[in-house]
């Protein structure tokens, strides 16, 4: 999937622990790493969807996040909620394989 492709790549492009991609109603895509300054903390998933609101985005068709964590932080998936509730959200290992699909 082009979607998780977007993430993969903005993890690896610095090296993150994590990348993410969003896609909005109009099928914008955005994606990004997380961000771990001494100063800001960002997960990758709530960067994407400040970067997707931020650029005018009403709602949010699907979400991927990229990680090695054995589920995706309850406060990432609640950024998504936020403007995406009926979004699909995937979860998927740093290789690109699926971890899991998570539906409203």
């Known amino acids: 999937m082009k979607i998780i492709t977007l993430a993969r790549s903005a993890r690896a492009r610095v090296a993150a622990a994590e990348g993410a991609a969003v896609r909005d109603e109009t099928g914008r895509t955005y994606a990004a790493a997380a961000v771990a300054l001494p100063s800001l ?46 979004a699909t959200v995937l979860h998927a290992r740093p290789d690109g394989t699926l971890r899991a699909t998570l539906r409203p």
């Open 41 to 86: 903390r960002l997960s990758a998933l709530r960067l994407a969807v400040a970067m997707a609101v931020s650029s005018g985005a009403a709602s949010l068709e699907a979400a991927v996040l990229v990680s090695d964590a054995d589920e995706p932080d309850p406060a990432d998936l609640a950024a998504v909620r936020d403007i995406g509730p009926d």
